[in-house]
């Protein structure tokens, strides 16, 4: 995406230049590593910075910009001397220069017509506060896959200046939101500008005014990141405020947000020269960029029909949730008074308008659905795992009413993550010892895992115990800071200075904070659950964490409801809840428990990601069967909950008796099975299994390899 026109090029170059100039000489190069996320996926790129000043670099969010800005002179002039410091940095630059001259990947898309992958979020770094769950941060793990794989992709997201919402509890367990305000000035993205220097605008017609919407530019790796912003002076103050905060709870403001995603978006790609091959939709909310499409098709000439035929033709679509709330109906009176105006601005007949997103193309009265014009529009769907693409083509039939279920045209291609994302440096290094040293690139490939299963049972044992050791030092730290802030008597806050042991078994449970995530059912056998706390031979320790959306009072009281056990015996030094669960905390929950929980009710999880992230730290999983678990589960390298469709309760109670039951009998005391070394053999070997079969098997490179070949040839579509 290199050139002349104006696609932010140009002020990356800039941006960095002048940042290096905060640099002594010999540590120019960082600049331009700080301007490219690239680094936060190399072996030493994350040490680079930490190593600077580990307490600054704590407080900076891990904000590379930001860092190199504020640390001491007299600092980075002792740096500048280090010559093994010197040395890093340089071959740090030199990867991501390396990367970024690859050639790209051979096959349907290419260098001038790349994929446009837009999505609401993206969850690419912590330091980019601009995600609130699983759906971001599986779009920063596919724009980091395409980059490994050379494929020509933007992505195409919104700036929200406050993000989503900080979470603290109150004494009683009661959730409270807060938001702050990202100066991303101080950020490595950079604003695009014009050949004039003034910041490159697109404009669209939100309630009656034209809305001005500034681009910014994120690097990661090869692939840009292009963020819309309507915080200008030239808007209306309401105007402003569209892209101020992540699924915001006024459904008006939600919807110009959709109108900014998608057809502001499919305007800031034209207006910067880039002509995308394929547009792919990540959920329904960038579904607005059809219309954009077709007017820009019937401006040059092609009647209505023909521009409809021309954007479906080139768009595929990716749905991720059976819940209902994630799929969103508007009555055509809360639409009109937001993107009515949009409509005529497009010069879109309301028959059309309106009819793509209804099942019923030529009622006046049903609502609309986002996912509707989003499969409506599309050449290719695809649910986010098999499991889900059996729930999702019977749910969305009715479009296709002259086929049987089985031939509704929903394929699947399961998520994947990003491997050197989320596994933690104690466990590459391992791997670097003892697999191919090309290992990184071929993640997809399961003929390089193999040699998991000959690492010695002493090493991979060495290396789980120092980062589950991480974690709870981590976890002391941060629960003693909680306690404290929610103004909890001196005992409780000293149990958790004296909380977690570094060889104890460690369970993680931290989602989403959703009912039908279930995490209620930890306390459903309470008087079980404490016996199994009060072990001292084989103790257990529990890390929770997970936001409540600001609006789901429901999720919020079953937070409450958590926090009435928490001065039973054992549970204050045992029981974690970490508030505020985000990027900067996951990747140390996921890398640090040896057991990961997950009981969603089926069929509601349409995929999840978490389990796959501690797959790759050499943790095991206990799940449900539904989502990722549904087509991983093999009966060796984790635990299953078979949960039966029924009344709810009954499910509740089944599913809650199978956790704790499987818990007490085979989980725990297979950990506690040691030799006279002191190794759990057996547990080592589900680990063995689990890392060499699910590693290759869920990487993002494989998830992206199946997108190019499934979706993004000319053969998509079909349900699988």
Not at 32 to 55: C, H, I, K, Q
Not at 242 to 269: C, K, N, P, S, W
Not at 518 to 535: E, I, V
Not at 564 to 586: K, Q
Request: charged share 25%; glycine share 8%.
């Amino acid at each position: 995406m290199q050139g002349e026109r104006d696609d932010g090029s140009r002020e990356l170059e800039r941006a960095a230049l002048e940042l290096s100039e905060w640099l002594p000489a010999g540590l120019a190069p960082l600049a331009r590593v700080a301007f490219n996320y690239r680094w936060t996926w190399l072996p030493d790129g994350p040490r680079l910075f930490s190593d600077m000043d580990e307490r600054l670099w704590s407080r900076s969010a891990c904000n590379p910009r930001w860092m190199i800005q504020t640390v001491l002179p007299s600092r980075l002039r002792a740096l500048a001397e280090d010559r093994s410091y010197v040395q890093r940095v340089t071959a740090v630059a030199q990867q991501i220069e390396a990367d970024l001259r690859r050639p790209p990947l051979v096959g349907p898309v290419q260098r001038e017509r790349p994929v446009a992958y837009f999505c609401s979020e993206f969850g690419a770094h912590c330091s980019l506060s601009l995600y609130g769950g699983g759906l971001g941060v599986l779009a920063g793990d596919v724009l980091k896959s395409a980059s490994d794989l050379a494929l020509p992709m933007v992505g195409v997201g919104l700036l929200f200046r406050e993000g989503y919402f900080h979470q603290r509890l109150g004494i009683d367990g009661w959730q409270f939101e807060y938001w702050t305000r990202t100066d991303f000035e101080l950020s490595p993205v950079v604003l695009v500008r014009d050949a004039t220097g003034r910041p490159l605008t697109v404009e669209v017609v939100i309630r009656g005014r034209t809305v001005h919407v500034q681009i910014w530019r994120a690097e990661l790796g090869r692939v840009p990141l292009y963020l819309l912003d309507t915080d200008r002076e030239d808007n209306h103050p309401i105007d402003r405020w569209i892209t101020a905060r992540l699924y915001i709870g006024d459904r008006h403001t939600r919807l110009a947000q959709y109108a900014v995603l998608g057809v502001a978006g499919a305007r800031a790609l034209k207006a910067m020269g880039i002509e995308p091959g394929i547009v792919h939709l990540n959920e329904g909310h960038a579904a607005l960029a059809a219309f954009a499409r077709i007017h820009e098709h019937v401006a040059a000439g092609a009647s209505p029909e023909e521009a409809l035929e021309r954007v479906r033709a080139s768009t595929v679509f990716t749905t991720h949730t059976p819940v209902a709330a994630g799929n969103e109906w508007y009555p055509r009176d809360e639409i009109e008074p937001a993107l009515g105006s949009l409509a005529k601005d497009l010069e879109i007949q309301p028959k059309l308008f309106y009819g793509l997103g209804a099942f019923d193309v030529d009622s006046s009265s049903e609502p609309v659905n986002i996912t509707v014009l989003a499969l409506r529009t599309s050449r290719a769907a695809n649910a986010v795992a098999r499991r889900h693409g059996e729930v999702a083509r019977p749910m969305w039939q009715r479009l296709w009413p002259d086929r049987p279920v089985d031939e509704v045209p929903i394929t699947h291609v399961t998520n994947g993550v990003h491997t050197t994302t989320w596994m933690a440096p104690p466990m590459q290094a391992l791997l670097d010892r003892h697999l191919a040293p090309d290992w990184r690139e071929r993640a997809a490939d399961p003929a390089v895992w193999e040699g998991v299963e000959r690492i010695p049972d002493e090493e991979l044992w060495a290396v789980r115990g120092e980062m589950r050791r991480h974690l709870v030092e981590y976890a002391r730290d941060i629960s003693v800071q909680h306690r404290l802030s929610r103004g909890e008597s001196p005992d409780y806050v000293e149990a958790a200075n004296r909380m977690f042991h570094p060889e104890a078994l460690t369970i993680g449970f931290a989602r989403r904070v959703a009912m039908y995530k279930r995490l209620y059912l930890l306390t459903r056998h309470l008087d079980w659950g404490l016996r199994l706390l009060a072990s001292e031979d084989r103790p257990i320790q529990i890390v929770l964490a997970g936001k409540a959306h600001p609006q789901d009072s429901e999720a919020k009281e079953v937070l409450k409801q958590l926090f009435t056990v928490r001065r039973a015996p054992h549970v204050g030094s045992r029981i974690i809840f970490l508030e505020d669960y985000d990027l900067h905390m996951a990747p140390r929950i996921v890398a640090g428990v040896d057991l990961w929980l997950n009981v969603p009710r089926p069929p509601l999880e349409a995929s999840g990601t978490s389990g796959m992230k501690v797959v790759l730290n050499g943790g095991l999983n206990l799940s449900v069967l539904d989502g990722w678990w549904h087509e991983a589960y093999d009966g060796e390298s984790g635990w299953a909950i078979a949960s039966r469709d029924g009344d709810p309760q009954a499910q509740d109670e089944e599913d809650a008796t199978a956790l704790y039951d499987l818990l007490e009998h085979e989980a725990i005391p297979l950990f506690y099975e040691r030799d006279g070394a002191g190794l759990p053999h057996r547990w080592l070997a589900r680990v063995k299994k689990s890392l060499s079969r699910f590693g290759p098997r869920f990487s993002g490179a494989r998830m992206m390899q199946d997108y190019v070949a499934r979706l993004y040839g000319t053969s998509a579509g079909k349900a699988q």
